[in-house]
């Protein structure tokens, strides 16, 4: 593949992603972090490396670190974007854990993960997916997740399987479904 097609199939799923991800959050009642959502992924730091191991097919990121050991692209895009588990990573004496996401991140990163799905997977896609890859995604790329964190997730993704879209991603939901588990886990301020 050539590559001003690259730039543009790149540059076209980006966008796509950010889109269901802003309509996403409009309905989770976070349009402002849908509309900023993943805008780092125009840097120069991601686009280029993106764009350079895009093959249409799997993740650019995945191939970069498969090649190299590593991805720029990714440890920028972790490092500068709160909505993933990995921003929120603490390593400190010799131990490395996660801490519990603000609301409106972790609220995001549901957005993202439920788009991320509706892009890649298209017409296919199920309301159990996410479900699916949260409970199988240890298995494959063990990551440090809060207990509450985790508990968030898996609940919210259940309720998705369970009883759709409409059920799940509205700020009555989400707000608190995250409050009652912060109580839950004394993690309430």
Known sequence: MNILKKIAKHTMLVTEHRWYVFKLSIKAGIPFRGL??????????EFVESVKYYNGKRSPINVCIEEKGYSLAWLHHKG???????YWENCANGTREGAFL???YMAEMIC???????????NSWTTSQPLDYWLNIEKIKPTVVH???????????????EHGIKATINPKYL??????????FNLTK
């Open 36 to 45: 900023i959502h993943d805008l780092s992924k125009f840097s120069p730091t």
């Open 80 to 86: 500068i974007n709160k909505h993933h588990l990995e």
């Open 102 to 104: 603000p609301y409106k």
């Open 112 to 122: 993202d993960k439920i788009a991320a799905g509706m892009a890649y997977n298209k």
């Open 147 to 161: 207990p509450a964190t985790n508990m968030y997730i898996e609940t919210v993704f259940q309720n998705l399987a």
């Open 175 to 184: 707000k608190q479904t995250y409050n009652n588990i912060a109580k839950e």
